[in-house]
C-alpha cells in the first residue's frame, strides 16, 4: 500500500493575501465618489451662457456638446432664444477691433502688406504726418480723416465764435427778396465789380467801382474785391518766415516792454519776515513800420488781359516779392539786435564756433530760453547742403532728416527744423531762435495796397503800378534767439 504524501494527505491549499480595515473602508470610499460624479454627470442640465458673460483670463468656455452637433439652438436663464456656434481660436483675432493684451497676441494675416494704405500719400488736410512709414487698413484711415476733419471743424467754429465775440465780422440777417437784397459782399464778389477795380487799377479811376458800391461804403473808399481778399489770405504763404512772426495791428510806431532785470521768487514761511519788495527793470523796444514798396510796369498786353488774369499777373509779379522783402526785414532785425540787452533793445548772443560740427545746432540750442518752445535754425541752403549734410553723430548716423508735409520736403537737423534764407551767408551765419520772440507790426493789416501811376510812362504807352506793405519787425523777448558765425581759427 504506497503511502500518500504530504500533499495528498493536506491537499491542495493557496496561499491567501491579508486585506486590513482599512484598505477595505478606502476602496468603498473611491467606489462612492465615482458613482456620485457619474450620476451628477448623467443628470446634469443643459449647460446655456448668461447674457453678457465673458471669461476672466484664459478660461475658454466649452459647451458639453460635441462639436459635430453645433451649431445648435439654446436659451439664457432669461429665457432669451440664441445659437451656440464654434468659431474657432482664429475668430479671436478676426474683425475691425481686436482686444490684445501680454497674453493674447495679434496674429498678423498672411499679405497684410498688399491691403494697406500709406497715411501720408492718403491723409485729408486736417492734419500733418512727418514721413511715410505709417500703414493702415483703409476702413481705419477713413476714420482718422474723417475724425480729424471733425476736430478741425470744430477748431474753426471756436475761433469765429472768439472772432465775432471780440467784434469782428457783420450782422447777418435774412436779405429781402428781389433787386433789393443787395449787400457790399455780394457787389465784392461780382464780376462786375473785379472788371470796375481792374480798371481803377489801370487808371487810376474810381468812378466806375464806386458808382457799383453807392451807399454800401461811405467815405469814397474802394474796397478791394473778394477774389483779390482771398489772394491776399493765401499771399502770405509765399513767406517763409514773416508769416510765422506775430502779427500786431496798431496805428503807427509802438512800444513794446520786455524784463531787464527782475529778482527771483523766494519762499516765505509763515511767521517770518515779509520777503522783499521785488526789483523789476523794464525795457521798451520801440519798432516803427516802413514801406516795403515794389513796382511794374504794364504794357499794352498786359492790359488786354481778362480781369482775373490780370489780378494774378500783378500780384504774383508784385506781392511775391514784397513777401521776400518782408523775410529779409526778419533776418535784419535779428542781426541788428546788441548781444547785450539794453534798456531799448533785447539782446541777441553771438557764438563764434571755428567750424560747423554735429553739436552746432546743439550749442545754440543751450542758449536758449525755456520759454522758447518752437525753435528753429535760419541758414542758407549751402550751410545745410554742402556743410551739415556731410555731418555724423558720434554713431555715424546723418544729424540731418527730410520728410515730405504737403508735398514738399521738410528739412530737420537735430530734430530742429530748417528754414532757408539768402540774407545769410553760406557756410558762416546761422540764426537759432523761437520766431515768436518777434513782433510783427503792420497798422494796415496784411494787404498789400496798389497804387497806379498812368503818367510817367505815358509816351512809352506803358503805366507803372506800386505795391505796397506797411510793416516793421522788432525783436521783443530775451534768449528768444541765438547768431551763429563760424569764425575759423587763425593759423599760427
Partial sequence: MRRQGYHGYRGY?????????????AGLVAVAVVGMLAFRFLSAPEETVPDGFTPAGDAVLTPPTAPSQLPRRAATPSG???????????????????????????????NQEAGLSCILDHKS?????????????PTALEALNTRNQELQDIETRRQNMRQVAGGAGNLMGTPPAGPEARTLESVRSSSEYEDAYVRYLQTGDATEARALLTDLVPG?????PTYVANRIETSWEHSILARRVRRVISDGQMKFPFELSATDAVIHVEGSAAPAEEVLTLGEVLITPKMIKKWITISDEVLKMKSRAFL??????????????????????????????????????????????????????????????????IMNRKT????FMALSDTTKRPIYNVVVENGRPVYYLNGVEVLFSDQLAPMTEIIVGDLDGMIRLQPDGDEVTFVTDPYSLAEADKIKIVGKLFAGFGVVRPKYFVRVTVTPASGG
Fill in 13 to 25: 491549499r493557496r496561499r491567501r493575501v491579508y486585506i486590513g480595515p482599512v484598505e477595505i473602508f
Fill in 125 to 137: 488736410d486736417s492734419y500733418y504726418v512727418r514721413d511715410a512709414t505709417v500703414y493702415l487698413e
Fill in 220 to 224: 469814397g473808399t474802394v474796397p478791394i
Fill in 312 to 377: 494774378d499777373y500783378i500780384y504774383d509779379e508784385i506781392e511775391n516779392k514784397i513777401m521776400l522783402k518782408a523775410d529779409a526785414e526778419v533776418i535784419a532785425a535779428i542781426k541788428a539786435a546788441p548781444t547785450t540787452s539794453s534798456a531799448t533793445a533785447v539782446a541777441v548772443p553771438q557764438l563764434t564756433p571755428a567750424a560747423l560740427d554735429a553739436f552746432t545746432i546743439f550749442s545754440a540750442l543751450a542758449e536758449l530760453s525755456s520759454d522758447a518752445l518752437n525753435p528753429v535754425a
Fill in 80 to 110: 432669451i432664444d440664441c445659437t451656440l456656434t464654434d468659431l474657432g481660436e482664429d475668430a479671436v483675432y478676426t474683425g475691425d477691433l481686436v482686444l490684445v493684451n501680454n497674453w493674447t497676441f495679434f496674429h498678423f494675416p498672411e
Fill in 384 to 387: 545745410f547742403f554742402n556743410g
